[in-house]
Structures are given as C-alpha cells and as structure tokens.
C-alpha cells in the first residue's frame, strides 16, 4: 500500500499524464496492476492523502539490459518531457553515435515501455561493439 499518486505513476500506461521514469523503470521488470483505493477514512488518524494497494508481480524474463544504461536513457527522456526527444535524447543517442536508431519526433510521454527497452539493448550492443573495435 502507498499513496494513490505514487501508485498511479507505477502503473502509468504512455500518453498519461503519470506516465515517467517510474513507470519504465518498475514496468520493465514487473507487470502491475492498481488492486484498489484506500481512503483517508479507514485510518486513525484519517491522512489527508488517498492511498491504493499496488500488485506488483516479477515478469518470468524481464529483458535483460544494462539497469545503468535504461535509467539514464529514462531520465534524458524524461529531462523535459513535454518537448520532443529530438532536443533531449536525441542530442544523447548522437552522442552514443546511435542517432538514427529511434524515432525522436515524440514526446517521452508517448513512447511505450517496449520502445525504451528495445533502445536500450541497441545502445548496450553499440557500446560493446564500440569497444570491442578500440
């Protein structure tokens, strides 16, 4: 059990206003589901906050990434996440010399959980390659 808002940031689906770096990072590892609210009444003392019971159950294989590397990229994303990832991750994946490898004329917000994932195994790969060649 935690606070509503917070529960709702974890289970955030994209193109929701809670949907962020929260939400990618537990959903790549766990499949969640809102179980119910809690209201302020059934404490004593009552909170002022609403509060939920999250399910989070441990996906059988998760994708297996660099959790470094997928929290970075997540939170360049996420930097300003009501521009386009063109100004943000955009800059950071010409910087990994992966530039051409996703489609930045979105916004953080509007890319699925599947779709950071994915970037971060390509990301992961070029490195090891990038370093395998020096």
Request: hydrophobic residues 45%.
């Amino acid at each position: 059990m935690l606070q509503k808002e917070v529960v709702d940031r974890m289970v955030a689906r994209p193109a929701t206003a809670a949907y962020g770096r929260l939400s990618v990072m537990l959903q790549w590892r766990y499949a969640m589901d809102k179980v119910m609210i809690v209201p302020p009444e059934s404490f004593d003392p009552p909170p002022r906050v609403d509060s939920a019971v999250v399910r989070m159950v441990p996906r059988p294989d998760p994708v297996a990434l660099n959790e470094h590397l997928l929290s970075q990229l997540v939170q360049v994303a996420f930097s300003q996440r009501r521009k386009l990832l063109r100004h943000t991750l955009g800059r950071w994946l010409d910087a990994k010399n992966c530039g051409e490898l996703f489609d930045v004329q979105r916004r953080a917000e509007e890319v699925p959980v599947d779709d950071y994932l994915a970037l971060a195994q390509v990301v992961q790969t070029a490195q090891v390659l990038g370093e395998k060649k020096a």
